[in-house]
């Protein structure tokens, strides 16, 4: 009887890889032809592999079909349906299934917005200020977000203005200490023009020179 778990559990694992490569083996193609991104999407501590859990757990895949594109829906109904029926079959195969599913759907919605897969990673591996992001969209409260970009901000504000400051002390010495604080100044305003931009919403290159 063991004997029988154990091959079927194989079986079930083998079957579920193979369908993960059958289907994704465009995708992969196309993370060669595009730079990476970086997101938490693809840890174990992310909204994806959250909401992934929650729909295993209540049996509802539109919990996760919000995290992909239309295009992408079928794909991810099927492992879905096929994780659920290995799932059952003992805690090994639940493990394996739903590790299956968690990487399948966090490289399709990855595919989705461009950005290559490069496995899952571990909870709590995420920056401070997305980590303070995810903390503020679950508890409804903003504060902790807030002190964290606003920490974050002042210490670059600062880093790059004391920069600015050092060389503007020696930019009459010759040309060369001339361009170095030029450079600097450069540096200094795209710096804040960025933080400007962003904080305001607006898309689009910037334009001071």
């Excluded at 492992?79 to 394996?96: D, G, H, M």
């Excluded at 990855?110 to 897969?117: F, K, L, S, T």
């Amino acid at each position: 009887m063991r004997n029988k778990k154990v091959k079927i559990l194989i079986f079930a694992f083998v079957s579920l890889a193979l369908l993960a490569a059958s289907e994704l083996i465009d995708r992969n193609l196309l993370f060669l032809l595009v730079p990476p991104v970086f997101a938490h999407c693809d840890t174990m501590g992310g909204p994806v592999i959250k909401a992934a859990k929650k729909a295993l757990e209540t049996g509802n895949v539109n919990l996760v079909l919000i995290w992909v594109q239309p295009k992408d829906e079928d794909v991810v109904k099927a492992a879905f349906q096929k994780t659920l029926s290995v799932r059952e079959l003992n805690p090994e195969a639940k493990e394996l299934a739903d590790m299956y599913f968690f990487e399948t759907l966090v490289r399709i919605h990855r595919a989705g917005e461009g950005a290559p897969y490069e496995g899952l990673k571990p909870a709590g591996t995420e920056e401070p200020p997305i980590a303070a992001a995810d903390i503020a969209v679950e508890s409804g409260q903003v504060s902790g977000l807030v002190k964290e970009m606003s920490t974050r901000v002042s210490e670059g504000i600062k880093e790059h203005f004391n920069e600015l400051l050092e060389k503007k002390k020696n930019m009459g010495k010759s040309v060369e200490a001339g361009r170095e604080y030029v450079a600097s100044y450069i540096t200094f305003v795209h710096y804040v023009e960025k933080l400007y931009v962003d904080a305001a919403g607006r898309t689009g290159p910037a334009h001071i020179h």
